[in-house]
C-alpha cells in the first residue's frame, strides 16, 4: 500500500507571502498517481491537480505551481503570492491500486492566511 | 453533469433513529466510493462500489449499510448510530479502472454533515 506524509501541520503567512506545502509519498508500484485537493471550511474537496509517475513535469496554474520529483518521491504545491481566501486544508493523496482506486490521502496541512 | 449530489447536506439524527445518506452521479462513472472524514482529521474510505458490486468494505461497523441501486446512485443507510459517528460523509465517483486516470480523476460530492445525538 502506498503511503503519503505531509509533515506540516499547520502553516501561517501573511498575504502576499509565497507558502509551499510539503508532500512525500512511498510507493512500490512503477506506475502511480498523486493529487492534491483543497478543503476550505464549507467541507467540500476540491480538485487541484493529478500527476502520474510518468510524467515529472512542473505544473503552473496561475498563483498554483506544482514540483514533482520521483529521486526524493516529493510532490510539493506552491502558493505564489497568497491571498486570504487560500485558507484551507490542503490533502495530497495517491491512489491505491489494492483498494478498488481509493484514495489514501496524507494527514493534511491546514494553511491560514492573514491580511 | 459534471457533479457528484449528495443530500441531505446536514442531518441530525438520535441514536434510534433510522436515515439514509443518498449520492447521485450522471457522468457514467462505474465506481462509487463512500468516505468518512472526523474533524481535522483526513478523509478514510468506507466502501467502494464497482459495477453496482460491493468491492470494498474497511471492516465498517454493521450500523453502516451500503447500497448501490443502480450506476448512477448510492445509498449509505444508517441505523442505532453512536455519537462518535458524527462526521462529514462524503461521496466520490470515478471511471474505476487504472489507465481512465490519466485523463479523469476523481470526482466528490459536497458531503452530508451528520449529527448524532
Known amino acids: 500500500a502506498q503511503k503519503v506524509t505531509q509533515a506540516q501541520t499547520e502553516i501561517s503567512v501573511v498575504e502576499k507571502e509565497d507558502v509551499t506545502l510539503d508532500c512525500v509519498y512511498e510507493?512500490?508500484?512503477?506506475?502511480?498517481?498523486l493529487f492534491w485537493y483543497k478543503q476550505p471550511p464549507s467541507g467540500e474537496l476540491v480538485f487541484l491537480i493529478r500527476r502520474n509517475s510518468f510524467d515529472e513535469q512542473n505544473e503552473i496554474s496561475g498563483r498554483y505551481s506544482w514540483n514533482f520529483q520521483k529521486s526524493t518521491s516529493s510532490f510539493n504545491f506552491t502558493i505564489t503570492a497568497s491571498q486570504v481566501v487560500d485558507s484551507a486544508v490542503y490533502f495530497c493523496a495517491s491512489l491505491n491500486s489494492n483498494s478498488g482506486y481509493a484514495l489514501n490521502f496524507g494527514k493534511g496541512t491546514s494553511l491560514l492566511v492573514t491580511p | 453533469d459534471t457533479e457528484v449530489t449528495q443530500t441531505p447536506k446536514h442531518l441530525v439524527m438520535g441514536m434510534t433513529n433510522k436515515k439514509s445518506l443518498k449520492c447521485e452521479q450522471h457522468m457514467g462513472h462505474r465506481a462509487m466510493y463512500w468516505y468518512k472524514q472526523k474533524a481535522k482529521k483526513p478523509p478514510e474510505l468506507m466502501f467502494v462500489y464497482s459495477y453496482e458490486k460491493l468491492s470494498i468494505n474497511e471492516s465498517v461497523p454493521s450500523r453502516f449499510s451500503p447500497e448501490c441501486p443502480n450506476s448512477s446512485l448510492l445509498n449509505l443507510h444508517l441505523h442505532a448510530l453512536q455519537p462518535e459517528d458524527s462526521a462529514l460523509y462524503l461521496c466520490?465517483?470515478?471511471?474505476?479502472?487504472?489507465?481512465?486516470?490519466?485523463?479523469?480523476?476523481?470526482?466528490f460530492g459536497s458531503g452530508t454533515r451528520l449529527t448524532v445525538v
Open positions: 466520490a465517483s470515478s471511471q474505476g479502472d487504472w489507465d481512465s486516470f490519466s485523463n479523469y480523476g476523481y470526482t
Open positions: 510507493t512500490r508500484d512503477t506506475t502511480y498517481y
